[in-house]
């Protein structure tokens, strides 16, 4: 793929996730209760959508640092197969 029909894929990608977003949102406008706890916090759904979408990017990026960081200070490397001798 050329860079700059890479990069047009790119944007393409981009502006598509980003409408697909704002249907999401505008459709998902009523209120929702929700508990935790003790607690009862009414929202709209799509923010209640938006706060466990970040959530799990928080949670996918802890994970990953904490997995890279136990591979040591050499970054990646690839993995040595050993077959039968």
Known sequence: MK???RLKFKL???L???LLAII???QNVEPVAVRL???TVTMP???LLAITLLVG???GILISLSLSGRRGSG???PLELSGPE
Do not use: H, K, N, Y
């Open 37 to 39: 706890l003790f607690i």
């Open 16 to 18: 598509s996730l980003a």
């Open 3 to 5: 860079p700059v029909s």
């Open 24 to 26: 999401v949102i505008a």
């Open 45 to 47: 759904r799509a923010a």
């Open 75 to 77: 970054g990646s490397q």
């Open 12 to 14: 393409v990608l981009a």
């Open 57 to 59: 990017i928080a949670i």
